[in-house]
């Protein structure tokens, strides 16, 4: 405990201590439960949101626009990992409990990788930057599950604090940055792809809303029109 207290000297290891802390107190089940959401379940849940949003883009008047909007979340996470390649070697930073032994990891097989920047913070956050472009409410759900990632990733031992942050801005330069070149790539690509076989990928089909009884109605079916004067006088 002593050794502990005496890492804490920045605020970097202090939260992570703390946040890591309340792994130590909880029940097994609950540390099975945050490792699996952190490691898998967030990201399940940032595509069904890309999916969500897909649907949604694919209804709106300017469709390709927006579908093209969406494709930009995924494919923004890969260019922040492929960015993020250089800059985990630069930095060159071991896990936490490589060099602090006494935290509680709550998965195995990440002793021999880089701690910084993490990649299930900068993934989470591209998607959620990238929706937020598109579609705000589908943007702020995946905003909080972004956040969520990075709490979940310091609980299970594997982040520091800092490595999360870095994550997140990363993710948000690569959206913020990149997005009027993918935009200017990714639209007219849709647009072309409205005119082939793949169009419904871009723009779904409108709705064929029954509207017999008005059509009856405007034309005037005889079993539905009053009878002429003369016949009820008759």
Known sequence: MSMLLADTGNPDLELLYTVNGWAKAAPSWLDSLVSWVGEYGILFGLLTLCTV???????????????????WAP??????????????????????FVSHPGLDVLVAGKAGTHSFVS??????????VALFLVNRRLGAIAGVLALLQGFCRMFMGVHYPTDVLGGYALAAAVVLLLAPIAMAVLVPLCHALTRSV?????????????????????????????????????
């Not at 390709?64 to 494709?71: M, R, T």
């Not at 990649?119 to 959620?128: E, L, N, R, W």
Request: hydrophobic share 45%; net charge positive; no cysteine.
């Open 75 to 96: 494919l923004s996470v890969v260019v922040a990992e492929l960015a993020n390649l250089p800059i985990a070697s630069i930095v060159d930073r071991p896990r936490p």
């Open 119 to 128: 990649d299930h913070s900068t993934m989470s956050m591209a998607v959620a």
């Open 53 to 71: 949003g897909w649907l949604r883009a694919r209804r709106r008047p300017d469709a390709p626009v927006a579908v093209a909007g969406v494709l």
């Open 198 to 234: 793949l169009a419904p990928l871009v723009t779904a089909a409108p709705k064929r809303t029954a509207r017999r009884g008005r059509n009856r109605r405007r034309e005037g079916h005889p079993e539905q029109q009053p009878a002429p004067e003369s016949d009820l006088a008759a």
